[in-house]
Every structure is written in C-alpha cells, then in structure tokens.
C-alpha cells in the first residue's frame, strides 16, 4: 500500500488532486496534515511514501508557504504534476446580503478578493485550508458566517452552498505536485524545478540567467522568494524545460554552482499534458 499526505481535512482542493494521483495505484492510503510543514517533514522523515502540494494559480500566485519549505530539501525526487481547475463557492447557513465574516484559506481569499470587495462591510479570516473554513462555518450555524470552499466540502460538512463560481478568473487552475523518493528517467518532454540562491546585489541573476539561455534551456517560471530582512541573499524558484540529465542542463547546472550561494533541484519529471 502506498500511503499519500496531503493538506487536509477531507474535501481541501489538495485532497481532490491527491484522489486524481492516486488512481494510478491499485491501493493507497491517504493521510491528512493540518498544515504544509508538517505534511513536509512528514515526507522527510519517511511518515508517507509521497505527498501532494499546490505549487502555484493561474492567477500568477506562488504558494510561498509551500515553496518555502521545499527549498530545504536537498535530494533530488521523483515528481508528478497535474493541473486542476479550482472553482470556488461562497458557502454558508445563509443569504449574501447575511453574510459579515469569511473564512478561506489565503489562496482562495487571494482568488476572489474582487468578489469580496463586492460584499459589505465583511471581516475575513484566515485558515489552514479550505476544507478547515467550510468546516468551521458549518459548525457554527450561524447566518452571519461564510466561507470559501470547494463544492466537494459543501457536501463533506453539510452546509449549503450561497453562490458557486466566485474566482475572479474564469479559468482558476492550481498546479498541484506530487513528491517520492523515486528519481524519473528521462522522456524528451520534461521538466525541472529547481531552487538558486545568489547574492542580493545587482547582476547577480543576470549571470545566472545568461547560462540558461547560454545552454538553451527555456526557463518557463521564475519566481521571486520573500527574502528575510536582514538577509543578503535572494532565492529563486524555477522550473526549465528538460531534464537535469541531458547534456546541456548538466552543462548549465555545473556553470551555475559557481555561480551561486546554493542551489537545489528539486526533481526532474514528465510535463502534465493535460488540464
């Protein structure tokens, strides 16, 4: 049996990605975490086979908690992706015009923050997922409180949903990752993430960046981590096309060592072909 961690309780949009993956074993396990940390340090310390992470939204957000902490993993994993259409429901015991508190995850706040700003005089707050919020608004009873959730939870915790389709983008989609200890072979149509860790000085990137281009790798996402105040460093999120066995990313990766304060790939694998 393989077992699966994921961001939980039942119903997150994590756990709805996590069913996806898992079709391809004939039995698994899923386990659920309260929050990304420890569904991470779960995985290093061999608790679960594999785990499933939302990496980044069409809407060009980076799931900064997530990436933060796959930054400190050092060995190179075998990696899934998938992308998954996220819809949002308002849900809650309620009408709209009810509605003065909203429970979400920061995603999915950052998701419809237009359609909240719609809404009168509302407070939001923040919780460890989705699925979490739908929970605590169903337990509530209370008309006056809302949250922002899956349809899948609606129906988990039993609570009515108040308006479907919420996202400010019509076309929502969560990248999703999923991690074993299991290095993928090449294919000819892969891709790497990896983290870089330079200098916070001006040309300190560009150097970086020209050895890419130099070598040919088309880098398909670069993203900026927040640095820590006092820190003199910046640490980049990337993913390239190809695999970091080919000759030209090796070639590239051996340049950039010396180029760099740290570097760690995080896994090369196969690109999802489908939505």
Not at 24 to 37: G, L, P, R
Not at 53 to 65: E, L, Q, R, Y
Not at 143 to 158: C, L, M
Not at 229 to 244: K, N, P, Q
Request: charged residues 25%.
């Amino acid at each position: 049996m393989i077992t699966i961690g994921c961001l939980g309780p039942a119903a997150t949009f994590s756990h709805v990605a996590t069913i996806k993956f898992a079709k391809k074993y004939n039995e698994t396990k899923i386990v659920f975490h309260s929050d990304f940390k420890s569904l991470i340090e779960a995985f290093k310390n061999n608790e679960v086979d594999e785990i499933v992470v939302p990496i980044s939204n069409s809407t060009g957000k980076a799931v900064i908690d997530v990436l933060k902490e796959l930054q400190l993993m050092k060995p190179f994993y075998g990696i899934r992706e998938l992308y998954l259409k996220i819809q949002q429901c308002l849900v809650g015991y309620g009408k709209i015009e009810d509605v003065k508190v909203v429970y979400s995850h920061s995603q999915g706040i950052m998701q419809c923050i237009g359609y909240l700003g719609g809404l009168n005089d509302i407070c939001i707050k923040i919780t460890n997922s989705t699925a979490e919020a739908v929970e605590l608004a169903s337990k509530t009873k209370d008309k006056s409180i809302a949250a922002i959730g899956s349809e899948e939870a609606s129906k988990e915790f039993n609570i009515a949903i108040i308006e479907r389709d919420i996202n400010d983008q019509g076309d929502n989609i969560t990248r999703f990752m999923l991690l074993n200890k299991n290095k993928t072979k090449p294919t000819g149509k892969d891709k790497t993430t990896l983290f870089f860790k330079v200098e916070d000085k001006a040309g300190s990137l560009e150097k970086v960046l020209h050895i890419f281009t130099k070598n040919k790798i088309n880098m398909t996402m670069l993203s900026s981590l927040p640095a820590e105040e006092i820190s003199s460093s910046r640490t980049f999120f990337v993913d390239a096309d190809g695999h970091c066995d080919d000759e030209n990313f090796k070639n590239a990766l051996t340049e950039v060592i010396s180029k760099v304060k740290e570097i760690v790939v995080l896994g090369s694998y196969p690109k999802a072909e489908t939505i």
